[in-house]
């Protein structure tokens, strides 16, 4: 499907507005968001039916040539297959006409990029993390969501409705005179809507295209280091010589206490039991519903500071170099992951990505995940062979510095800049101090290789894929495997 490319001088961004919607309004939302989880399952199973019926085929000694044909997965083929079986399908043959057209091809679109994504990564199309086949979503754990394209989706006159298809006019919590006033100048057009259920409230979100002039930075010569860390948040040194730190808010553990005396209550309640059937009493419900609260505002405020310091970085320097965490990886360190997953790592380099690019056509650079920013001496660039978590002061043996670790690995970082190729792009070990040599593995941290998971016989499609035959991956060319799916 070909990307849609917004005007010149034109950006797509979204707008999101907190819905207070009635009891029915509620009941009507959860139910286009379950019709579309029942889409997408439906058209999982579709797909894999044909998988398991050549699985089986082949047990039995079936010539290839006489298997069952591979079931199409493009959002065309299953919406066509949708449409005719819906009518006559127990799971929808008598409620599918209660919800929008729009919530069942979110299910089925969802589907469709779900197996697009696992066709790619098995043939080294995809980059990042291997991707398995789709699953099934579960009533209770899948998130409550649906899209609409197409029928009527407007904000009222009056700047305190939303209307969507078959929902009607939805009240807001907030007004929405800013996207309306952009909508009525002709600076903005509403391209769709998603409406979605999170930290327990609805949200209608809208996806506009919509004018927007670059701003002008206002400091476009100088560059910043950023360095992220668990003590201070964020350590910023420039290159006119200026060091800041933000201190780590640590909204998590300053709800622990509220935490563990909202938990405390909850354990106390008669909870849901699924192995017997057991329904959760009222006061728990309302002692959950307490404790989720608090989990709600945690994250809440915990957004709203990574959005103001990142603002406040994207519209002062010119030049931002961030490092290339492994925040997955440093999760995995029980002492400190609880202090890490708080403090956002990667929704602040996330931020900082668009809003340089998008808000302020700034540069941002990203320094090599495996760059010692903190083994680097500031002044001479001689590198330290080890350099332990627990020891926060740098002291150089060549030149003899004695700096604060985090102020130096934000110095290192602004000065990574000038060696960087203009424009947005990855930064490497710059050795900028040849004089200076680096001791055996100085240059390197520690990294963890795991063994690559193989294709497990039991799931869907197993060791029967086109894409998992050796043999035949030697014969067939890609575009060629791609169409027996």
């Not at 919530?103 to 995809?126: E, I, P, Q, V």
């Not at 510095?401 to 710059?430: E, K, M, P, S, W």
């Not at 690559?452 to 016989?457: F, L, M």
Request: charged share 30%; aromatic share 6%; net charge positive.
């Amino acid at each position: 499907m070909k990307k849609f490319q917004p005007q010149p001088g034109f950006q797509v961004q979204a707008f999101r507005f907190a819905l207070d919607p009635s009891a029915a309004q509620e009941a009507a939302l959860r139910s286009h968001c379950g019709a579309a989880r029942a889409a997408y399952n439906w058209a999982v199973g579709w797909v894999e039916a044909s998988w398991w019926q050549r699985r089986a085929e082949e047990s039995y000694g079936v010539p290839e040539s006489e298997l069952t044909d591979w079931r199409p997965w493009s959002l065309p083929s299953l919406r066509k297959a949708f449409n005719a079986a819906k009518h006559t399908d127990p799971r929808f043959a008598a409620w599918w006409e209660e919800n929008s057209k729009e919530a069942y091809n979110t299910g089925l679109a969802n589907a469709a990029a779900a197996f697009d994504n696992y066709a790619k990564s098995k043939n080294g199309k995809r980059s990042g993390k291997r991707m398995g086949a789709p699953r099934f979503k579960s009533k209770r754990k899948a998130r409550l969501s649906c899209r609409f394209t197409t029928g009527t989706i407007r904000l009222e006159a009056a700047g305190r409705h939303v209307t969507l298809p078959r929902l009607g006019a939805i009240r807001t919590h907030e007004p929405t005179a800013k996207l309306l006033a952009r909508v009525q100048a002709g600076t903005a057009r509403i391209l769709s809507a998603t409406v979605r259920h999170e930290r327990g409230r609805w949200f209608a979100s809208f996806q506009v295209e919509a004018k927007r002039d670059l701003e002008r930075v206002a400091r476009p010569d100088t560059v910043v280091g950023i360095d992220l860390g668990v003590k201070a948040l964020a350590v910023m040194a420039d290159s006119a010589g200026e060091i800041r730190t933000v201190t780590n808010p640590g909204h998590y553990d300053r709800a622990r206490k509220q935490l563990r005396r909202a938990s405390r209550t909850v354990s106390r309640r008669q909870g849901p039991d699924r192995r017997t059937g057991q329904k959760p009493s009222r006061r728990w419900e309302k002692a959950n519903a307490a404790r989720n609260r608090v989990h709600h505002r945690v994250a809440n405020l915990r957004e709203d500071a990574l959005h103001k310091l990142t603002t406040a970085v994207a519209a002062e320097y010119g030049t931002v170099v961030i490092e290339d965490l492994n925040v997955a990886g440093m999760l995995r360190n029980r002492r400190l992951a609880r202090r890490i997953a708080d403090a956002g790592f990667g929704e602040i380099r996330r931020q900082l990505d668009y809003k340089t690019r998008q808000r302020h056509a700034t540069r941002i650079v990203v320094a090599d995940r495996w760059y010692p920013s903190s083994k680097t001496c500031s002044g001479c660039g001689a590198v330290r062979a080890k350099l332990p978590l627990h020891v926060r002061i740098y002291e150089c043996d060549a030149c003899g510095l004695v700096i604060d670790r985090d102020d130096n690995a934000a110095l290192n970082l602004a000065a990574l800049a000038a060696a960087a190729a203009t424009g947005t792009g990855v930064a490497g070990d710059q050795d900028t101090a040849p004089a200076v040599s680096k001791p055996r593995g100085a240059d390197r941290k520690t990294r963890a290789t795991r063994p690559r998971r193989k294709a497990e016989a039991g799931r869907a499609g197993g060791a029967t894929l086109p894409h998992q035959r050796q043999e035949e991956a030697r014969d067939r060319t890609q575009a060629e495997a791609l169409t027996l799916w």
